[in-house]
């Protein structure tokens, strides 16, 4: 019971879908629909039967990207573009975006280019038809069923025709993919409501199924749904089906569901941001996805170019890695040596600290012999002194003596001259010891104010 609820509601839903783009039509694949209206122009009544590969415009946007190149060249000639301005009001931006792609490429573009199943760089050859008669145009060649459309074609309308590049290389072929300016207006038509499938969003009389649904970012479902709803409202089938002759869009929505969430992939994350500022005006914001296994078939075309995105975001990831491990590693070789440079300026300090040590020792040292030194010098101090009175008491009693031997021997006269004359001496001899004694004591003083400056120091 339940299930079969979901099941009609889910049903509904995309009726509901197709409704809001049927009538649209003609603003959908018109490059510029305010400039130059579509021609030839589309009914919008209930018959589908002038779309799909009847109306030159369609045909044009279903041609598979290994003739788009040709056909773009062909319209040039007469003067018919697929110049869309209208939705490109970001265009410094996106070049910004895309020239960083760019140079994350071109590292790993050598090591693509013998991986991105490059069997050849002529034209491809899709299913048995080998090339378009130079005598018709791709478009003519196309409305009369000479090319097999089918889902992993890779159509021109999932591209911007501006910016879509030849060659078979995966760099290449997801250049300007999932960015044609239909799946735009499609998806802004669905989930913001008809009034906003232009650039400038308009007034809805009702919330838009973002505003119910709270959904304020794409995703890869959302974006694969889109794209999926565009194809069909350009075909000329006239009820909902899976198939269209050869065209599985189931195919195509697993194929662009398991492309953008592919992890690590930088087309992914620039191509989910790319919507999220066209549709939401968002800048920078973070995309879940979910990689999803096995959903397409493995010989689809689909599955190489989704097997050599997952290549390339798996080498980007082991490069992150190494790069990852080699900043550690760096970082553990600073650190230990600003460990060792610590250990060797401690280890220099503690030496630095042990020698003033050994100084201050030396230096009390020093002190301790000088006093000893001091005590010596008082101790012969005393004894100089000493000696000193007993000399003055033999000088004394010399003269005394040797006057009263020399007044036996003499005349007075002469014996008082020579008893002046022997005092003299004597009190010469006394006042050179006086003066020694003077100067050892000077000495003492001078060696114990040395030692208190030392101490002091």
């Given at each position: 019971?339940?299930?079969?609820?979901?099941?009609?509601?889910?049903?509904?839903?995309?009726?509901?879908?197709?409704?809001?783009?049927?009538?649209?039509?003609?603003?959908?694949?018109?490059?510029?629909?305010?400039?130059?209206?579509?021609?030839?122009?589309?009914?919008?009544?209930?018959?589908?039967?002038?779309r799909g590969i009847n109306?030159?415009?369609?045909?044009?946007?279903?041609?598979?990207?290994?003739?788009?190149?040709?056909?773009?060249?062909?319209?040039?000639?007469?003067?018919?573009?697929?110049?869309?301005?209208?939705?490109?009001?970001?265009?410094?931006?996106?070049?910004?975006?895309?020239?960083?792609?760019?140079?994350?490429?071109?590292?790993?573009?050598?090591?693509?280019?013998?991986?991105?199943?490059?069997?050849?760089?002529?034209?491809?050859?899709?299913?048995?038809?080998?090339?378009?008669?130079?005598?018709?145009?791709?478009?003519?060649y196309i409305q009369g069923?000479?090319?097999?459309?089918?889902?992993?074609?890779?159509?021109?309308?999932?591209?911007?025709?501006?910016?879509?590049?030849?060659?078979?290389?995966?760099?290449?072929?997801?250049?300007?993919?999932?960015?044609?300016?239909?799946?735009?207006?499609?998806?802004?038509?669905?989930?913001?409501?008809?009034?906003?499938?232009?650039?400038?969003?308009?007034?809805?009389?009702?919330?838009?199924?973002?505003?119910?649904?709270?959904?304020?970012?794409?995703?890869?479902?959302?974006?694969?749904?889109?794209?999926?709803?565009?194809?069909?409202?350009?075909?000329?089938?006239?009820?909902?089906?899976?198939?269209?002759?050869?065209?599985?869009?189931?195919?195509?929505?697993?194929?662009?569901?398991?492309?953008?969430?592919?992890?690590?992939?930088?087309?992914?994350?620039?191509?989910l941001a790319w919507w999220?500022?066209?549709?939401?005006?968002?800048?920078?914001?973070?995309?879940?996805?979910?990689?999803?296994?096995?959903?397409?078939?493995?010989?689809?075309?689909?599955?190489?170019?989704?097997?050599?995105?997952?290549?390339?975001?798996?080498?980007?990831?082991?490069?992150?890695?190494?790069?990852?491990?080699?900043?550690?590693?760096?970082?553990?070789?600073?650190?230990?040596?600003?460990?060792?440079?610590?250990?060797?300026?401690?280890?220099?300090?503690?030496?630095?600290?042990?020698?003033?040590?050994?100084?201050?020792?030396?230096?009390?040292?020093?002190?301790?012999?000088?006093?000893?030194?001091?005590?010596?010098?008082?101790?012969?101090?005393?004894?100089?002194?000493?000696?000193?009175?007993?000399?003055?008491?033999?000088?004394?009693?010399?003269?005394?003596?040797?006057?009263?031997?020399?007044?036996?021997?003499?005349?007075?006269?002469?014996?008082?001259?020579?008893?002046?004359?022997?005092?003299?001496?004597?009190?010469?001899?006394?006042?050179?010891?006086?003066?020694?004694?003077?100067?050892?004591?000077?000495?003492?003083?001078?060696?114990?104010?040395?030692?208190?400056?030392?101490?002091?120091?």
């Amino acid at each position: 019971m339940l299930l079969d609820e979901i099941s009609t509601k889910r049903l509904n839903a995309r009726r509901d879908d197709i409704g809001t783009l049927k009538p649209l039509i003609s603003t959908l694949i018109a490059p510029e629909p305010h400039i130059k209206a579509l021609d030839p122009p589309l009914t919008n009544g209930s018959s589908k039967s002038d779309r799909g590969i009847n109306h030159p415009i369609i045909a044009s946007l279903f041609c598979p990207r290994a003739h788009v190149f040709r056909m773009l060249q062909e319209l040039e000639r007469e003067g018919k573009t697929f110049d869309v301005h209208g939705d490109d009001s970001s265009e410094e931006e996106e070049e910004e975006e895309e020239d960083n792609e760019e140079e994350d490429e071109v590292e790993e573009h050598s090591q693509d280019s013998g991986n991105d199943y490059n069997e050849s760089q002529d034209e491809e050859r899709p299913h048995g038809k080998r090339i378009i008669p130079n005598s018709t145009t791709v478009v003519s060649y196309i409305q009369g069923g000479g090319l097999e459309l089918t889902a992993d074609g890779l159509d021109a309308f999932l591209y911007d025709l501006r910016k879509i590049e030849p060659g078979r290389s995966r760099r290449q072929e997801l250049k300007g993919l999932l960015r044609g300016y239909t799946l735009l207006r499609a998806y802004r038509a669905i989930f913001l409501g008809p009034t906003s499938m232009m650039e400038d969003p308009g007034t809805n009389s009702r919330p838009s199924l973002a505003k119910i649904h709270h959904l304020t970012r794409v995703t890869p479902k959302t974006v694969a749904y889109a794209c999926v709803i565009a194809r069909y409202t350009m075909s000329s089938v006239e009820s909902w089906k899976e198939l269209d002759q050869d065209y599985s869009l189931r195919e195509l929505y697993d194929f662009i569901v398991a492309l953008l969430s592919t992890p690590d992939s930088v087309f992914a994350k620039n191509t989910l941001a790319w919507w999220n500022r066209k549709v939401f005006g968002l800048k920078k914001i973070k995309a879940k996805r979910v990689a999803q296994k096995d959903v397409i078939p493995a010989k689809s075309r689909f599955n190489k170019l989704i097997a050599a995105e997952n290549a390339c975001s798996k080498r980007k990831a082991q490069k992150a890695e190494r790069e990852e491990a080699e900043r550690r590693a760096a970082e553990e070789v600073a650190k230990r040596k600003a460990y060792d440079d610590l250990r060797a300026e401690r280890e220099r300090r503690r030496q630095r600290k042990a020698a003033s040590r050994d100084i201050d020792t030396d230096r009390s040292s020093a002190i301790d012999e000088g006093s000893s030194m001091d005590e010596g010098n008082d101790t012969a101090e005393g004894e100089v002194g000493e000696g000193g009175d007993e000399d003055e008491g033999d000088v004394d009693a010399a003269v005394c003596g040797d006057g009263d031997e020399l007044e036996d021997e003499g005349t007075p006269q002469d014996i008082h001259e020579d008893t002046r004359t022997r005092r003299q001496g004597a009190r010469s001899q006394a006042t050179r010891s006086a003066r020694y004694t003077q100067g050892t004591q000077d000495v003492g003083e001078g060696t114990q104010g040395n030692r208190k400056t030392r101490r002091s120091y």
